[in-house]
Structures are given as structure tokens and as C-alpha cells.
T-cell receptor, first 112, second 112 residues
Framework: QKEVEQDPGPLSVPEGAIVSLNCTYS??????FMWYRQYSRKGPELLMY????GNKEDGRFTAQVDKSSKYISLFIRDSQPSDSATYLC????????????FGKGITLSVRP | DGGITQSPKYLFRKEGQNVTLSCEQN?????MYWYRQDPGQGLRLIYY???????QKGDIAEGYSVSREKKESFPLTVTSAQKNPTAFYLC???????????FGPGTRLTVL
């Protein structure tokens, strides 16, 4: 079992839809969770950052962490064509020499 | 304007040649990272450096080398020993203790 699994996609939705992107993980020591957005031929940009379990909201984006189920989600409300990108989940244990473990990414297309 | 710069954006190399990718940051971050991104494989860690004059191998270091002589700079050399160097290379830096990495725009290397 890979350490981080992400739905492979691609995913296509109409404009205005609610999008749910998910990752599961196997390492129960992970406690820092991130979502990155990557536009085509660009570097990833940090979208959301959460520590431990719970929800975090930023505008149309909500990140959710369920450590008991080893499951994280990113919800996008009122999706826009500008949200079309690849979304990568990432997580880490934290502490000295901690490194990020990334999901493979899912490509989202929002149709006008 | 703070950020991470990578150059060049596109790089073409003949087989058997070494090539060096540049990464510079003015964010005053201690840690810097090099990743390789291939379609469908997510981000794979090549090398990382937590402090000047020190660096560690990541998951796929074979055929690559790095140096960290200055805090701001972390160049990556792709040597002729790297069997399949055509990929998108991403540099990142991190503010201490948060595992929050910020990425540069990437360099696309193509071996002819």
C-alpha cells in the first residue's frame, strides 16, 4: 500500500458545481496536511494548510482532515473555470528532517 | 518581491552531457528541495538541504548532484549517469518547522 493515495482522475465538472477531492494515507504519524494547486507547466502553489484533525475554510475552499479514518478532503464550492488545475495533497510527520509525502495529483477541469 | 526563481524555464541537452539547473530564493528559508515530476507519478524527492554546506539524498538521487554553498542557492546537476533525465524539475524552499514548502516555476529538461 502506498503511503498516500489520491483519486487518479481526471475529473470534469460544470461551472458552479461543488468539487470534492480526496486522499487517504497509511502513516498514522502524519499530522501536517496540505493541498497544492498546480496549473499546467507551472510550479505548485500552496492552497491550504491544516494541522491535525478538523476543518479549515478559506473562501470557496474547505480542507477537512479525519485522522481516525486517515482521510483528507478538499472541497471547492461554486467551482470556476479558473479552478481547472492539478491538485496535489501532501502531508508530513513534522519535526527535524521531516519531509513531505505527496499524492500523485488529480486533474480537475471546470467546464463553462 | 520575495520568491523562488528557477532557470532556465526550458533546457535541452544531448545524451552524455551534464547540465546544471539553477534555483535561487530570497525568502530567507533555511531548507531547500529538488523534486522531479513525471506524468502520473507525482513529485519525487531528489535531494534536500536543511542548512548551508549540508545536503541529503532523497528517494531518487542516483545520477544527480547538488551543492549548497549559499543559503539562497541550491543548484542541481543532472549528470550523464541519469538514465532517464527528461522531466519537469521543481525546486522548493521551506520556512523552518512548518513543513510548508513553496515552489519555484520549474525547469523542463528534455534530452535529445
Amino acid at each position: 500500500q502506498k503511503e498516500v493515495e489520491q483519486d487518479p482522475g481526471p475529473l470534469s465538472v460544470p461551472e458552479g458545481a461543488i468539487v470534492s477531492l480526496n486522499c487517504t494515507y497509511s502513516n498514522s504519524a502524519f499530522q501536517y496536511f496540505m493541498w497544492y494547486r498546480q496549473y499546467s507547466r507551472k510550479g505548485p502553489e500552496l492552497l491550504m494548510y491544516t494541522y491535525s484533525s478538523g476543518n479549515k475554510e478559506d473562501g470557496r475552499f474547505t480542507a477537512q482532515v479525519d485522522k481516525s479514518s486517515k482521510y483528507i478532503s478538499l472541497f471547492i464550492r461554486d467551482s470556476q473555470p479558473s479552478d481547472s488545475a492539478t491538485y496535489l495533497c501532501a502531508m508530513s510527520v513534522g519535526g527535524a528532517n521531516s519531509k513531505l509525502t505527496f499524492g500523485k495529483g488529480i486533474t480537475l477541469s471546470v467546464r463553462p | 518581491d520575495g520568491g523562488i526563481t528557477q532557470s532556465p524555464k526550458y533546457l535541452f541537452r544531448k545524451e552524455g552531457q551534464n547540465v546544471t539547473l539553477s534555483c535561487e530564493q530570497n525568502l530567507n528559508h533555511d531548507a531547500m528541495y529538488w523534486y522531479r515530476q513525471d506524468p502520473g507519478q507525482g513529485l519525487r524527492l531528489i535531494y534536500y538541504s536543511q542548512i548551508v554546506n549540508d545536503f541529503q539524498k532523497g528517494d531518487i538521487a542516483e545520477g544527480y548532484s547538488v551543492s549548497r554553498e549559499k543559503k539562497e542557492s541550491f543548484p542541481l546537476t543532472v549528470t550523464s549517469a541519469q538514465k532517464n533525465p527528461t522531466a519537469f524539475y521543481l525546486c522548493a524552499s521551506e520556512t523552518g518547522g512548518t513543513d510548508t514548502q513553496y515552489f519555484g516555476p520549474g525547469t523542463r529538461l528534455t534530452v535529445l
